[in-house]
């Protein structure tokens, strides 16, 4: 079956310093979508790819849906203590309601 | 007003016990889901409804069993509870347009079977 993995599992960085997540799925995706899920909490929606290539920004975030649309990243420049939580890519073939999460990757930026 | 509510928050209970979760939204959302997260945070997908109609049906224990009354309420039944069950149960609620399908989820339920 589907299956979508994100590297690294975990990453402690630098307040200031920057930060990339990576999601491989192993089938081709129709669109990819980032939740991020604080400490304790739930996930939450963050943006949503769903052409070739496709690059959005947010802020100091920025999201990338690779030509092949089998892999994404998710890059946060100049990290903040608000930015710490669980990152999640979630993926969806052929359209249907049917996400698949990823791994995640949990960041935690140290002050 | 919490768009996609469920309860209980927590429950503790013994092994052999059933139990439900219930889930209500009040976004209008057309489909509702059933997630599980174990500890290691990885969040795998159990069930979706689409206008009480079961869409989504996972590889999942027939120990749970899903009910829809409407499109607005999503509950998960759970029977003789064994140790593994021991999650956070999210439940989420979507509305699909085109490509667009934002999920939008609850709170979490946290289960712990002793």
């Known amino acids: 079956g589907q299956q979508v993995m994100q590297i690294p599992q975990y990453q402690h960085v630098q307040e200031g310093e920057d930060f990339t997540t990576y999601c491989n799925s192993s089938t081709t995706l129709s669109n990819i979508q980032w939740y991020k899920q604080r400490p304790g909490g739930h996930p939450v929606f963050l943006i949503q790819l769903v052409k070739s290539g496709e690059v959005k920004k947010q802020k100091r975030l920025t999201f990338q849906f690779g030509e092949a649309k089998k892999n994404s990243s998710l890059h946060i420049t100049a990290t903040q203590t608000t930015d710490v939580g669980t990152y999640f890519c979630?993926?969806?073939?052929?359209?249907?309601?049917?996400?698949?999460f990823g791994t995640g990757t949990r960041l935690k930026v140290l002050a | 007003d919490t768009a996609v509510s469920q309860t209980p928050k927590y429950l503790v209970t013994q092994m052999g016990n059933d139990k439900s979760i219930k889930c209500e939204q009040n976004?209008?959302?057309?489909?509702m889901y059933w997630y599980k997260q174990d500890s290691k945070k990885f969040l795998k997908i159990m069930f979706s409804y689409n206008n009480k109609e079961l869409i989504i049906n996972e590889t999942v224990p027939n120990r749970f069993s899903p009910k829809s009354p409407d499109k607005a309420h999503l509950n998960l039944h759970i029977n003789s509870l064994e140790l593994g069950d021991s999650a956070v149960y999210f439940c989420?609620?979507?509305?699909?347009?085109?490509?667009?399908?934002?999920?939008?989820f609850g709170a979490g339920t946290r289960l712990s079977v002793l």
């Open positions: 976004l209008g959302h057309d489909t």
């Open positions: 989420a609620s979507s509305e699909r347009q085109g490509w667009r399908n934002i999920q939008y």
């Open positions: 979630a993926g969806s073939a052929s359209g249907t309601y049917k996400y698949i």
